[in-house]
């Protein structure tokens, strides 16, 4: 049998600095039961001044290393999912690779929200092609540097922070047992930044029509979860976790509600990160793994959707 990409490490980092709804200033004229209401986001961590996404993506990365406890040198190839590198280049994985001390190679990839579950489906082709034995995928963002703080529709929702899982070629049943990702570019206006190094040599601020992004999102995620099952042999029946990508309470909702999975099989961690983008995912696995709610042999779904429209799934047996 062909080895799988088992999950044999998981870290997270969050930067120290938390805002909640009621310490946003005044002049956004938006209020905490409307952020509550409409997203059910109650606090955010945001980068201090000076910290930027590859001090959270190594410290994530570290810990995912640490827990599986495995030599760094042996980590063989890294990816960083991430759509707020710290410099246009070099790449914010090499970064990672020099503080940990891996080997092999190390790129970054841009998915938006959608790309830890791009930097997994890469990762599972190069553990099943024999590319790669021990790689490291991690999401990290600090998006609070592309927000227009002075645009309540879009400020409140976004937080910053780390996930890393630390991937390993295995025999057996635990790992990643299927994955697709998917593009359709016509939407990127939905969902953008107002620029980038090639058209206005800056990064921009995020760009959203919020209802548009909405309405795709509860259709795109729980048809990405039952095309991925499916290519897995398995149903919504057999999800013991729905670990969707976290913007909005009221998406999760409806993405659970959509393919019939309980609410308390779904695992939300937005009130505290507020949206992460490609954090959001490894930072939910790593709540569920620390309070004990995942356990070993429970399969778990991983949708996202995120600008370009990208979306996907992973799913993974724990
Ligand atoms: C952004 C989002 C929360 C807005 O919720 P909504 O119910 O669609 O609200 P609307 O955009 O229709 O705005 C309704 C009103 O609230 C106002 N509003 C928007 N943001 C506000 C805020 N932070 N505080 C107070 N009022 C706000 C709007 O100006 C609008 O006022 P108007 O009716 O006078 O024009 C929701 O569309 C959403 O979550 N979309 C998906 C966003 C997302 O997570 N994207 C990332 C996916 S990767």
Redesign the pocket.
Known sequence: MPPRAKIIGIGASLPSNIVHNTQLDPA????HE??ME??GIEQRHIASEGEFTSHLAIAAGREAIASAGVEASSVDLIIVATTTPDDTMPATATKVQHALGTSGAAFDMNA??SGFVFAMTTANSFILSGAAKRVLVIGAETYSRIMDWSD???C??FGDGAGAVLLEAAEGERGILSAQIFTDGQHAPQ?NTSGGVSSTKTAGFLT?A??E??RH?VSKMPEAVEKTLASAGLTVADVDWLVP?Q??Q??LAGVGHRLGIDAAKVISTVAKHA?T?AASIPLALYEGVHDGRIKKGDIIACPA???GFTWGCVVIKW
């Open positions: 956004l004229e938006t209020s409307w952020i409409r997203t938006a929200c309540r529709s879009t409140v929702l969902l959203m919020g209802k992004v909405f999102a990508h913007a909005n009221r998406i949206n983008s959707l995120g600008a």
